[in-house]
């Protein structure tokens, strides 16, 4: 069983940065591709970015796109966000997840709890 615990949300300002990491363990990190999402109170569930199992393809939301800097160390089981210059819409609750086929799927089976971003304008 995969069970991954996101860390990092917090409260900042506008045009403030945060970073998002997510801590996997239980099963072979190394060969899942992973995604950050987002949920804002009464908005729809939002794929933010992800990345395959070897770091080298990343997808971004148009909304974040030159913002949010996703990355994975393998060694550490970890994927992070780095999100940048931070607007009060980013405001959610965001959620990493594991897609165990590697990406071939586009599946996410496994997901974190959850950690809540709050940036004040």
């Known amino acids: 069983q995969v069970q991954l615990v996101e860390s990092g949300g917090g409260l900042v300002q506008a045009g403030g940065s945060l970073r998002l990491s997510c801590a996997a363990s239980?099963?072979?990190?190394?060969?899942?591709?992973m995604g950050w999402f987002r949920q804002a109170l009464g908005k729809e569930r939002e794929r933010v970015s992800t990345i395959n199992w070897s770091g080298g393809s990343t997808y971004y939301a148009d909304s974040v796109k030159g913002r949010f800097i996703i990355s994975r160390d393998n060694a550490k089981n970890t994927v992070y966000l780095q999100m940048n210059s931070l607007k009060p819409e980013d405001t959610a609750v965001y959620y990493c997840?594991?897609?165990?086929?590697?990406?071939?799927?586009?599946?996410?089976?496994?997901w974190g709890q959850g950690t809540q971003v709050t940036v004040s304008s």
């Open positions: 997840a594991a897609d165990t086929s590697g990406g071939v799927s586009g599946i996410y089976v496994y």
């Open positions: 239980g099963g072979t990190f190394s060969t899942y591709a």
